[in-house]
């Protein structure tokens, strides 16, 4: 018989299979029915294998901020995705054809996890600056009375937090405790903020959209107009003045 004319090999039996090797068998009796026990069977079976390339990937950081729990997470996502998603078939080790994938998703989660914490060091810095500037404005502005001085500091960051939400990325700590009707009610008092822009001076206008929708530091806005840092602040606490007189917005209680 020539081999042209050969009979395809029989499918594997249940007879064939018994003799694989431990290990392998279980990735044939995964591939054939996706059984959630099997799965978690694998995932413990290779769960030192992600454990040993989190350790590496720690050993060569370079950012210090993420700790090894935060490598070691997303080497198990990794490890997951490769049990999903190998097959026997392949003819590859399954180390072979997880290691890329535990690499690239520990890559991928510590790019993002860099991510955010810039964006939170950069708020945690705007935010600090902004109540410099409303509680140094309102100390050369009010008189004596704390208790005046107390509530023109809470209308100043009520109405920054109203710019906030106009273009400031998410802080996903207000959007938990937000409701749907609090939702609402900050877009509108956003949109009245935007419509009053327009009458504020030129300087107030740059420094109010460079602030809050570009999320310029004072000092950044400072060099953009050529003065220093304390005077972009002092023209923040004048801007935020004009803002609350034009919208007569004393009774804004829009804080918690």
Do not use: C
Request: aromatic content about 8%; hydrophobic content about 35%; overall charge negative.
């Amino acid at each position: 018989m020539t081999a042209s004319s050969r009979e395809p090999e029989a499918p594997e039996t249940e007879q064939s299979k018994r003799r694989l090797p431990k290990g392998e068998l279980e990735w044939h009796e995964y591939r054939d029915s996706r059984s959630v026990v099997v799965r978690e069977s694998l995932i413990h079976r290779y769960m030192p294998f992600a454990r040993m390339l989190a350790a590496k990937a720690y050993a060569r950081r370079i950012d210090l901020d993420a700790d090894f729990g935060d490598y070691l997470q997303y080497a198990i996502v990794g490890l997951i995705e490769s049990v999903d998603r190998f097959s026997p078939d392949q003819g590859v080790k399954f180390e072979t054809f997880a290691g890329l994938r535990i690499g690239g998703s520990i890559l991928n989660g510590l790019e993002h996890e860099s991510d955010r914490h810039e964006q939170i060091a950069t708020r945690r810095r705007l935010l600090k600056e902004r109540r410099t500037s409303i509680t140094e404005g309102v100390a050369k502005s009010s008189g004596d009375d704390p208790l005046v001085r107390l509530a023109e500091v809470a209308i100043g960051l009520a109405i920054a937090f109203t710019l906030e939400g106009t273009g400031m990325f998410a802080d996903d700590e207000r959007a938990d405790r937000d409701s749907v009707y609090e939702h609402v009610e900050l877009k509108q008092l956003s949109d009245r903020m935007i419509s009053l822009l327009p009458r504020l001076s030129e300087n107030e206008q740059f420094v109010i959209r460079s602030h809050y929708f570009l999320h310029k530091t004072f000092d950044e806005v400072g060099r953009d107009l050529g003065l220093s840092k304390g005077r972009i602040s002092q023209i923040h606490s004048s801007a935020l003045k004009s803002l609350r007189d034009l919208a007569s917005v004393r009774s804004i209680s829009f804080l918690g």
